[in-house]
């Protein structure tokens, strides 16, 4: 993994840090340490990227709303069944789709990074207390931003 | 910092860590805590797996130490046989004990009278008696304001609930679980008298009936099952969750607390102070939901919900309660030297990935230290 991704995935997984038991199966008593922050990060970062890659290849606006909520609810739910080696292969390949997409639509970049945090927050949000689940997603869609220009730039 | 100063400063660590929930359970965790330490050094190698003898669930310990992840049950792929078994360690001394001692100690400055005080009652706080007496303050004064209405019972609340989570609470004389139950009743009071459709009026005085029940705990559990009850469940979530996100904030502030001009040892005490009024906080938030969970009317939605919430505010909490014992362990500074050693000797071998596993699991998933220091203890200094 990029070092790049793995800062995204730091400051995404940092930012989840003790409000992790949110966005884990409820009635689990198990204490999480911080490679289950991470994973949950790199979980979180995918899900934006791949929904961000498919809504900017689809024309922002034509298929946002409830649809790209089920699309990110199914990336998290995929997501979090693999293993650290496929989530850390899965998350640089969704990186550099989502990246090609930004090049070739850099005036879609605001409208749709906004429509996915805003969707990614309506997912978390069906567990999560809902102030929890804003501030984590609007963390996502920053990482996501300084990852996408970063490698706009390389 | 001369040695009268770091004694100081030690009993409050000490205290801190005794009332937070109470000192029945303090003390267990500080003896199951000796029990670790007390174990050869080659067993408490990180990434070995333990049971407290005679306790359920087990405890992986972190692949950087000093704290471990928590598992109700042991998960595939480890070997039951490997389990590290910790036995139990009689007559390792009491946090009481060593508060005792430091209190003794500084009789010549504090005076032997307050001194003999503040020991008569920290024997009051762990008596049998202690609990119904507390009961029936909050109980006998309740029922005084309820005849000179909203305002005055407002007012007794906030006034209580100011007293208990500080001052009381440095002065041994109510346990963190009560200053809990009465952030509780203060937070639903608020929210039963503005709700709309209005409280039921023979509800608000039930919050003071200390009929049939031997705590303060037990009382306000009770009445939030009355609150559900009598169809006022969602003034009660509400008055939950407005103290959580007075939890987190507090927590928020604590963690991003600025050293300023303070001398480390009062900056790392007014962190931990804070710590603990965050976990003050998230144990009224977990006593809350569980209270609400007795409930047997609850819908299938309303249930999935409370349990959720039990579960995510138990994070925070035991992350508060972990960093307030390392805060005991750490008086010395030889943990966090010992964290900047492990960092060095990683980056050392080129590896940088270690390095960082270390510095996130101390500042962001047991938040031992604030995150001002993150980057002194990265950088060395």
Request: aromatic share 14%; hydrophobic share 55%; no cysteine.
């Given at each position: 993994m990029t070092s790049e991704l793995e800062e995204a995935r730091r400051a995404i997984a940092s930012e989840i840090g003790p409000d992790i038991g949110e966005f884990t199966p409820a009635g689990e008593k198990h204490l999480f340490g911080w490679d289950d922050m991470l994973a949950l990060g790199g979980v979180f970062l995918m899900a934006f990227l791949a929904a961000f890659a498919k809504s900017a290849g689809e024309e922002?606006?034509?298929?946002?709303g409830a649809a790209l909520v089920d699309y990110i609810a199914e990336q998290i739910k995929a997501w979090r069944s693999k293993s650290p080696q496929e989530q850390s292969a899965a998350l640089e390949n969704v990186t550099s789709a989502a990246a090609k997409m930004a090049a070739a639509k850099p005036e879609l970049m605001a409208a749709v990074s906004a429509a996915v945090e805003s969707a990614l927050a309506s997912v978390l949000g069906k567990d999560a207390e809902s102030d929890i689940a804003d501030r984590i997603s609007a963390k996502v869609r920053q990482q996501a931003l300084k990852l996408l220009s970063l490698q706009a730039a390389a | 910092m001369d040695a009268l100063e770091r004694k100081a400063l030690a009993y409050a660590a000490l205290q801190r860590l005794w009332v937070t929930l109470d000192p029945a359970s303090a003390e267990i965790r500080w003896q199951q805590e000796f029990a670790f330490m007390n174990l050869p050094a080659e067993l408490k190698a990180p990434g070995h797996w333990y049971q407290h003898q005679g306790d359920s669930g087990y405890i992986e310990y972190y692949p950087s130490g000093d704290a471990g992840e928590f598992h109700a049950e042991l998960p595939a792929g480890?070997?039951?046989?490997s389990i590290i078994i910790i036995p139990q360690v009689p007559g390792f001394p009491s946090i009481y004990e060593d508060m005792k001692g430091l209190l003794l100690d500084s009789a010549a400055v504090q005076g032997d009278v307050n001194v003999q005080r503040i020991i008569a009652d920290m024997d009051e706080l762990r008596s049998p008696t202690h609990a119904s007496r507390i009961k029936s303050i909050i109980a006998a004064d309740g029922f005084g304001a309820l005849a000179s209405g909203k305002q005055a019972i407002a007012d007794d609340l906030a006034k209580k609930l100011q007293a208990f989570s500080t001052v009381e609470l440095q002065r041994n004389k109510v346990t963190g679980f009560e200053a809990a139950a009465v952030m509780l009743l203060y937070s639903l009071y608020r929210q039963l008298v503005t709700a709309t459709p209005a409280?039921?009026?023979?509800?608000?005085p039930k919050m003071f009936d200390p009929s049939g029940v031997s705590s303060l705990q037990e009382m306000t559990a009770r009445f939030i099952h009355d609150c559900c009850a009598a169809g006022m469940g969602n003034a009660a979530s509400q008055a939950i969750d407005d103290i959580r996100l007075g939890g987190d904030a507090t927590l928020a502030a604590s963690r991003s607390m600025l050293p300023g001009n303070l001398d480390p040892g009062v900056y790392l005490d007014s962190y931990y102070a804070g710590l603990q009024q965050a976990a003050l906080r998230f144990l009224a938030v977990r006593w809350g939901w569980q209270s609400v969970l007795v409930?047997?009317?609850?819908?299938d939605d309303d249930r999935q919900r409370a349990e959720k919430r039990v579960n995510a505010v138990e994070e925070k909490l035991v992350r508060c309660e972990t960093a307030l014992m390392y805060a005991v362990k750490d008086l010395d500074g030889s943990r966090y030297r010992q964290q900047q050693q492990a960092i060095r000797d990683a980056r050392a071998a080129g590896d940088e990935e270690k390095a960082d596993a270390v510095l996130s699991n101390v500042f962001?998933?047991?938040?031992?230290?604030?995150?001002?220091l993150k980057d002194v203890m990265s950088k060395g200094a």
């Open positions: 922002a606006g034509k298929k946002l | 480890i070997d039951a046989a409280a039921p009026a023979n509800l608000i409930f047997a009317g609850l819908s962001d998933s047991v938040f031992f230290y604030p995150e001002a």
